[in-house]
């Protein structure tokens, strides 16, 4: 390794030293492929929790507590409610996106999740922000009839109890929520599951 190049995760492995794709031989593209489930398999789960903790010290723009108090909050909801380890992480990772990408973050959250979780949590990840808009009745753009498009669908219900739940109400700055650690693990457990193909919209 030179000291311009990034340093490989397993020392065993090696590097496609070409500096082109189209300059890779098939050889390369094997030893690519290879190391690469392995590298996803151990750094994926890691990238997204880094990804949540950065905004730990965030500022707001006017919510009593930023955005990861409001996952941290959501996800220690759920676990006081005894919700199963999957839906636990989909509240805490629910808004990961809100400040990246917030005109889309419910698509961002549906994407980054949606091969590990269940159709269920996939719909309603796609569309929580809309749901959202019934708890904004003062909300000068609010859609607060948005959410009755899909009523009847079977994943209705459980949207509109995550909004109503772990979504609007996750608010609060004097809850005592359950520390970044406590969840890791089951991130972890969630990303190495075999990844799924999520069905579309």
Not at 8 to 25: C, H, I
Not at 35 to 52: D, I, K, M, W
Request: aromatic share 10%.
């Amino acid at each position: 390794m030179t000291d311009k190049q990034s340093p490989l995760m397993q020392a065993d492995w090696q590097y496609v030293t070409k500096n082109s794709l189209e300059d890779f031989s098939r050889a390369d593209w094997q030893i690519m492929l290879s190391q690469r489930s392995q590298y996803y398999r151990e750094q994926q789960a890691r990238q997204v929790l880094r990804l949540l903790s950065e905004s730990e010290h965030d500022s707001t723009f006017g919510y009593q507590i930023n955005n990861f108090r409001h996952c941290l909050q959501s996800a220690t909801l759920a676990l006081r409610d005894g919700l199963d380890e999957e839906d636990i992480v989909v509240c805490l990772l629910h808004d990961v996106g809100f400040i990246a990408c917030p005109d889309s973050h419910g698509e961002f959250a549906a994407a980054l999740l949606g091969c590990y979780v269940s159709e269920r949590n996939h719909w309603m990840l796609q569309r929580h922000a809309l749901f959202q808009d019934a708890h904004c009745p003062h909300h000068p753009l609010a859609q607060v009839d948005a959410r009755e498009r899909w009523r009847g669908h079977p994943h209705f219900e459980w949207a509109a109890t995550f909004v109503d739940r772990y979504d609007q109400a996750a608010i609060d700055p004097n809850y005592e929520c359950a520390p970044l650690s406590e969840f890791e693990p089951m991130v972890m457990r969630l990303f190495a599951r075999v990844p799924r193909i999520p069905h579309l919209p």
